[in-house]
C-alpha cells in the first residue's frame, strides 16, 4: 500500500522540533588518520540485532574516503570500509571489498548480514558509476555480494556479485542525470529487514518516483522475497511517496518495537521543495500495525527529530538500531559560515518510542 508524504504532514512540524544535543567543538575522534567516514551501519543478524565476535565486539561497516579541502569531493571516491567496534574505540579493517571487485567507480550505502545457514557475511551495497568510467556519472545499481568472516573478523573469498535490485522503469526513474548536490535522483541504500510476523525478507531503498513532473519526488522503495527464498526478489511499488514535497528520501529502514513497525529515513532541508512547506535536516519516519500498512506519519509530521537550529547541520545519516541508539555521522560541525567536515561518527543519540510518537532521550 503506497501512502503519501504530504505538505499537510510537513506544515505540522513544530516550531521548536525535539533536537540531539548541539556539538559546540571537535570533541569526537576520526576512526583514522586522513579517512572520513559518513553513512555507517553495523553488520546485522537477520533480526536486526547486531553480529558481535567472541569478545563482544561488533563489527561495521561505513563508507570513507580521504580527506578533501571541499567536502563533497569525498563522494566521487566512496568505498565501504570495514570497521571494528571495540571497548568504547572504533578502528579501520581498510576497504570491505578488494579492488576492482564492485561493478562501480565507488561505493555507496547499503546494509550487512550474517547468513546463520553458512556463517558468511551478505552485503547489499549500492555501486554509483561504472568500472572505467571515463569522469563520474551518478548511475546507481544495487548488489549483493557474500564473503566469508574469518576468526580475525576479516572479510575475504567474496563471491556471488548479483544486481540484486534491478531497475523498474514503472516505478522508479533511472538514475543517469544530473550529479548537482540535492539533485541527483535515486536508486540506492538498500536496508534489509526480515519480517518477525512471517518470515519474509525485505530491501528498503531510496529511489525516485518515474512519471513524476516534480523536480521533488522522493520515494521510498521495497523489494520482497519468501520466508524460504531469501535471494528471490521481487522489486514492488513505493511505499512511500513524497512526490512534490522532497527529493530524497535516503537510508530508508525498518525496526520492530513492541509490536510495531517503524521506517526511518534521513534527509535534509535544502532538498525539500522551497515553495513550502519544508522541514529541518533531521531523522524523519511512519508507523505501521503490520509491514504492509497503512503507514501513519510520526509525531503527526514525520520528523522524529532535528539538528538543533544553531547547528542545523551538525549530523546526518541517521540509523535507528533494535535497542533504539541512534548512530550518525558529524557533518558540518561548530556552526558559524566556514564548512567544517567532521567525518567521524557523532555521539549515539537514545531514541524513545511510545506508539506513533517518538523522541530522544535527555
Not at 5 to 14: F, M, P
Not at 141 to 153: E, N, P, T, V
Request: net charge negative; glycine share 12%.
Amino acid at each position: 500500500m503506497t501512502i503519501f508524504w504530504t505538505a499537510a504532514h510537513v506544515a505540522a512540524i513544530l516550531p521548536s522540533p525535539i533536537a540531539i544535543a548541539p556539538i559546540t567543538d571537535q570533541d569526537f575522534a576520526p576512526v583514522a588518520f586522513d579517512l572520513g567516514i559518513w553513512d555507517a551501519w553495523p553488520i546485522q543478524r537477520r533480526d536486526g540485532e547486531p553480529f558481535t565476535n567472541a569478545s563482544g565486539g561488533e563489527l561495521w561497516m561505513a563508507l570513507g574516503a580521504p580527506r578533501f579541502d571541499d567536502p563533497d569531493a569525498r563522494h566521487g571516491h566512496a568505498r565501504i570500509h570495514l570497521l571494528r567496534h571495540e571497548d568504547g574505540g572504533w578502528s579501520d579493517l581498510g576497504p570491505a571489498m578488494p579492488d576492482g571487485f564492485s561493478p562501480g567507480s565507488r561505493e555507496w550505502s547499503g546494509s550487512a548480514i550474517v547468513d546463520e545457514a553458512t556463517g558468511d557475511v551478505i552485503l547489499y551495497f549500492t555501486a554509483a558509476g561504472r568500472r572505467g568510467d571515463n569522469g563520474l556519472t551518478f548511475e546507481q545499481r544495487m548488489f549483493s555480494a557474500r564473503a566469508s568472516l574469518g576468526d580475525d573478523g576479516c572479510l575475504a573469498d567474496w563471491r556471488d556479485l548479483c544486481e540484486v535490485i534491478p531497475p523498474e522503469p514503472d516505478w522508479y526513474m533511472a538514475t543517469t542525470g544530473g550529479g548537482a548536490i540535492g539533485t541527483i535522483k535515486a536508486y540506492r541504500d538498500p536496508a534489509y529487514f526480515r519480517d518477525p510476523a512471517d518470515g519474509r525478507h525485505h530491501l528498503f531503498f531510496a529511489g525516485s518516483l518515474a512519471g513524476s513532473t516534480s523536480a521533488f519526488n522522493g520515494v521510498v522503495g521495497v523489494a520482497t522475497a519468501p520466508a524460504d527464498r531469501p535471494d528471490d526478489w521481487t522489486v514492488e511499488p513505493p511505499l512511500i511517496v513524497a512526490d512534490g514535497i522532497n527529493n530524497e528520501l535516503e537510508r530508508p529502514h525498518v525496526v520492530f518495537h513492541h509490536g510495531r513497525y517503524y521506517l526511518f529515513w534521513s534527509t535534509q532541508a535544502h532538498v525539500f521543495n522551497p515553495q513550502g512547506p519544508t522541514g529541518p535536516t533531521g531523522l524523519y519516519g511512519m508507523v505501521a500495525d503490520t509491514l504492509s500498512g497503512p503507514w501513519r506519519p510520526i509525531n503527526d509530521s514525520g520528523l522524529v527529530f532535528a539538528n538543533p537550529d544553531e547547528a542545523p547541520a551538525q549530523s546526518y545519516s541517521w540509523m535507528v538500531l533494535p535497542d533504539l541508539r541512534v548512530t550518525s555521522f558529524v557533518d558540518n560541525w561548530g556552526g558559524g559560515a566556514k564548512r567544517r567536515f567532521g567525518g567521524a561518527f557523532a555521539p549515539f543519540v537514545q531514541l524513545w518510542l511510545d506508539g506513533d510518537a517518538a523522541g530522544v532521550v535527555a
